[in-house]
């Protein structure tokens, strides 16, 4: 019975770990939203700023901080949006863009963190086909020269950090799926936290 309990007790441990990490991470598709709105309304602000320079150049039209913490569709989008319509439109238009693709990606978070594969695996895939265009929308100039380099720095640490995330968010899913096989027999997911250590201490 000791053997059994012990076992047990160790089952919950590592099942809860590895459960607390998911979580932790997988919400960062979440946050990756958050930080695509935060950067277009920083981006915004900074534009407006510049409207004052008689100057009809996009490196003086485009932020300075580049919108440098957006997905790489939201800049492409910002840059033909810049230099195609009225400023007031293009601002307006923006921040549309940037509040969707933010909820799409909360949306694919929430239900993430709840383990729900098809949104992990998806939103993680969406980012990864993002971090691949971003490398396009930078050698096609579509960011202004004056402002490629730091925003490139930028945009290239923010979408690394976020991968990292997603992939630690996969291992941690296969973990207690490989968990719940192990001392259970299962092979779902089961992101609920576990409260039995008193129970199996007393053999209950």
Same mark, same amino acid.
């Given at each position: 019975m000791k053997r059994k309990a012990k076992r047990e007790i160790g089952y919950v441990a590592a099942h809860n770990r590895a459960v607390n990490l998911y979580k932790k991470t997988s919400t960062f598709l979440l946050w990756a939203g958050v930080l695509n709105v935060f950067s277009v309304?920083? /981006?915004?602000?900074?534009?407006?700023?510049?409207?004052?320079?008689?100057?009809?150049?996009?490196?003086?039209?485009?932020?300075?901080s580049g919108f440098a913490l957006s997905f790489s569709l939201q800049i492409f989008l910002n840059s033909l949006l810049i230099n195609n319509l009225d400023k007031v439109l293009a601002d307006v238009l923006i921040i549309l863009i940037a509040l969707s693709l933010g909820a799409l990606f909360a949306f694919f978070g929430v239900f993430a963190s709840k383990g729900k594969l098809l949104f992990l695996v998806g939103g993680s895939v969406i980012y990864l086909l993002d971090f691949v265009a971003m490398f396009f929308v930078y050698n096609m100039f579509m960011v202004p020269e004056l402002r490629t380099w730091t925003n490139y720095a930028f945009t290239l640490a923010s979408h690394v950090v976020i991968l990292i995330a997603m992939t630690i968010a996969i291992a941690m899913y296969l973990t207690v799926i490989e968990i719940e096989k192990k001392y259970k027999g299962e092979s779902s997911?089961?992101?609920?936290?576990?409260?039995?250590?008193?129970?199996?201490?007393? /053999?209950e």
């Open positions: 309304i920083i /981006g915004i602000i900074q534009m407006m700023a510049n409207s004052n320079l008689v100057v009809n150049e996009q490196a003086y039209n485009w932020p300075r997911l089961n992101v609920n936290e576990e409260n039995e250590v008193e129970e199996i201490a007393h /053999g």
